[in-house]
């Protein structure tokens, strides 16, 4: 039984900056494959960031390229996800997600989910 669990949400002012963490427990970190996904209120979830894990190649969705990064950490069991220069339509809560494959966009491709940490961004 895998185990993600998310941590470093928190509200902050448009501009800013927050690091989102996924710590994986009970399987072989280093084989899976992570995403970042968000679903703000009344809409879907949607993919943000991913990272490959056998050739650590990444992904990320146009609204934020520029903006976020992904990356991990094999060593603590941990993906995280560098928010930097934060706008309110980034408010939503955050999923990090993985999978024995490769990244691709769809939630489908997932099949194991954290919880979700809240990311508010105020004017």
């Known amino acids: 039984q895998v185990l993600l669990v998310e941590s470093g949400g928190g509200s902050v002012q448009a501009g800013g900056s927050l690091r989102l963490s996924c710590t994986a427990s009970?399987?072989?970190?280093?084989?899976?494959?992570q995403a970042w996904f968000r679903q703000a209120p009344g809409k879907d979830r949607e993919f943000v960031a991913g990272?490959?894990?056998?050739?650590?190649?990444?992904n990320y969705a146009d609204s934020i390229k520029g903006r976020f990064a992904i990356s991990r950490d094999d060593a603590k069991n941990t993906v995280y996800l560098q928010m930097n220069s934060l706008k309110p339509e980034d408010t939503a809560v955050y999923y990090c997600?993985?999978?024995?494959?490769?990244?691709?966009?769809?939630?489908?491709?997932?099949?194991?989910w954290g919880q979700g940490t809240q990311v508010t961004v105020s004017p």
């Open positions: 009970g399987r072989t970190f280093s084989r899976l494959s």
């Open positions: 990272i490959n894990w056998f050739t650590g190649g990444v």
């Open positions: 997600a993985a999978t024995g494959g490769i990244v691709t966009a769809p939630r489908s491709t997932y099949e194991l």
